[in-house]
């Protein structure tokens, strides 16, 4: 049984006493069953709010009218509201729409963003905390392994030094022998001559102190035969001069490799998450009417807007309410071409005739903009932030005779993307162009002078061109602004035919955003939950749009 109905007494029909009403009119406080339903409305004394039972208390009371029930939403304002709000000067201009309608749309969302966090978003974190978890163990592993082979290598080494030391030794024991072999001959050499000199001293003293005349005629001096000295021997003693150069002991020992830690901000993939279906049915959310018109080129970043428009060196950005939140001028003074907004938050602006691409830092103390990108014979028009933090600008040459779409890394050029494999231009000379990057890394330029969508894949090979539908009742088909959703669709302005063009990321037309009242539409944008945001030309308006489930 329903959650709602488990009580002691069973919910019953105010009219009728069936069991398990599915209905609740919120005006009369009665429950309802489906055969009375009619009947209860059918009492036009009054005006009624049937809903399905579980939505009998979602309907708040109002905050200015207390006696009053909401059964109206503000989509610009943000809050419930009750009939006598909606007939106010406050929201009179605004977007208002049933509570209960709101209610099922926002209980819609909540079911998509719950789905996409318990199938998408929760398992992905999951197996990163999984991959950190095996590379910590595979870093013990690894730590492990190699200081058992250091210690393996420590001992061999140590065995090669016991091994150096002993044939030191061996060889020092060598020399102590052969020295001391010819010390030791000499030795006895010397020793045996003192002998023979002392006997001969004692023979001559003997011969001195006697009287025999016949020994002193016969003795023969041996003065001459030992005044001949025996050579004089020196032994130059070996020494040991250690040496121990720490730098090639570590070169011979070995060294480990270098480690790091990568961090790719883009490492890990999400699963894309479930096709969200266009809805027949566009709606307008809410509208933001800017202080300006002639609106060019819109940009999100969070829940506001940052706007620009011609004849104006001032960026806006707005809160969803309309509020005027900031403005930037330009460094230059010049008008900007066009605006982006960087993966970090950051606003980036074209100024074509400063020749400058620059991005808007916000401090904690002031506003600080810094020329990124300075071209020489070249003026950047178009430019977006791509999903790896690089920036794409379309720059045209200053004779108007070549376009092309350059990767930027910070102020280095990465990639330069001019012609087809045939060697003919992409894109033309001249016009307005405004750039985007999809879901799956294509490059997509609207190209007014052509009348063309130019989308070429991340190596810069061409892969489509659009020019419109197949077959259509609508006039000239001149693309202005152009994005891109997380289902990987294209979306882009069609200015003079007051109407949005949606592509798969193939080129196939998929259907128009047209029944939204638009206005000639230039600039495009789509928020994190694929809302699209219509910057109308002439009237300055910044219109919210649904266009899918």
Not at 266 to 279: K, N, Q
Not at 332 to 343: E, L, Q
Not at 404 to 417: A, D, L, M
């Amino acid at each position: 049984m329903d959650p709602e109905y488990s009580l002691q007494d069973v919910v019953r029909c105010h009219l009728c006493e069936t069991q398990v009403p599915p209905l609740h009119c919120v005006i009369c406080n009665l429950h309802l069953c489906k055969d009375c339903e009619g009947k209860h409305l059918s009492d036009k004394s009054k005006q009624h709010n049937v809903v399905p039972f579980k939505y009998r208390g979602s309907f708040p009371k109002c905050q200015k009218h207390s006696t009053k029930r909401c059964d109206h939403y503000c989509e610009q304002c943000n809050i419930p509201i009750c009939e006598l709000c909606v007939s106010s000067k406050e929201h009179q201009t605004h977007y208002v729409v049933d509570f209960f309608e709101s209610l099922k749309n926002k209980t819609q969302f909540l079911k998509k963003d719950f789905q996409d966090f318990e199938k998408l978003i929760h398992p992905k974190y999951q197996e990163i905390l999984s991959s950190i978890s095996e590379q910590k163990a595979d870093l013990r592993e690894n730590s492990q392994k190699l200081t058992t082979a250091i210690n393996k290598h420590g001992e061999d080494l140590h065995r090669e030094i016991d091994t150096i030391i002993q044939k030191l030794k061996s060889y020092l024991d060598e020399i102590d022998s052969k020295h001391l072999a010819v010390l030791n001959k000499q030795e006895d050499e010397i020793t045996r001559t003192i002998s023979e000199i002392t006997q001969t001293i004692a023979d001559v003293k003997k011969l001195l102190d006697s009287n025999d005349v016949s020994g002193v005629s016969a003795y023969k001096s041996r003065s001459d035969e030992f005044r001949r000295l025996p050579p004089k021997l020196t032994v130059a003693l070996p020494s040991f001069t250690p040496q121990i150069n720490k730098k090639q002991l570590y070169q011979q020992f070995g060294s480990l490799s270098a480690s790091s830690i990568k961090t790719e901000e883009h490492g890990y993939t999400m699963d894309s998450p479930p096709d969200r279906p266009l809805i027949d049915v566009r709606r307008i959310i809410t509208q933001i009417n800017t202080e300006c018109g002639r609106l060019f080129s819109v940009s999100c970043v969070g829940e506001e807007l940052w706007t620009c428009s011609f004849y104006d060196n001032k960026m806006r950005l707005y809160n969803q309410q309309g509020e005027l939140m900031k403005s930037v001028q330009t460094e230059s003074g010049n008008d900007p071409c066009d605006i982006a907004v960087t993966r970090g938050g950051d606003l980036v602006y074209t100024d074509y005739k400063d020749r400058t691409v620059n991005i808007v830092k916000n401090t904690q103390i002031q506003t600080q903009i810094q020329t990124v990108i300075r071209l020489r014979g070249w003026r950047p028009r178009g430019v977006c932030s791509t999903s790896s933090g690089d920036l794409l600008v379309v720059i045209v040459s200053d004779d108007n005779k070549h376009t092309k779409v350059v990767c930027y890394s910070g102020s280095t050029e990465k990639q330069s993307i001019q012609y087809d494999d045939k060697g003919r231009p992409l894109y033309s000379f001249v016009g307005y162009k405004y750039i985007s990057e999809n879901r799956n890394l294509d490059i997509c330029l609207s190209d007014c002078d052509a009348r063309a969508v130019v989308v070429v894949n991340q190596a810069g090979k061409l892969r489509f061109t659009y020019t419109g539908p197949p077959s259509t009742t609508k006039g000239l088909f001149i693309p202005y602004g152009i994005t891109t959703d997380s289902q990987g669709q294209i979306l882009t302005a069609d200015c003079y035919n007051y109407c949005i063009h949606i592509l798969d990321q193939d080129g196939q037309f998929l259907r128009y955003i047209d029944n939204c009242g638009l206005k000639n539409p230039w600039g495009l944008c789509v928020d994190t939950r694929d809302n699209l945001f219509v910057a109308e030309h002439i009237t300055g308006t910044v219109k919210k749009i649904q266009y899918n489930m």
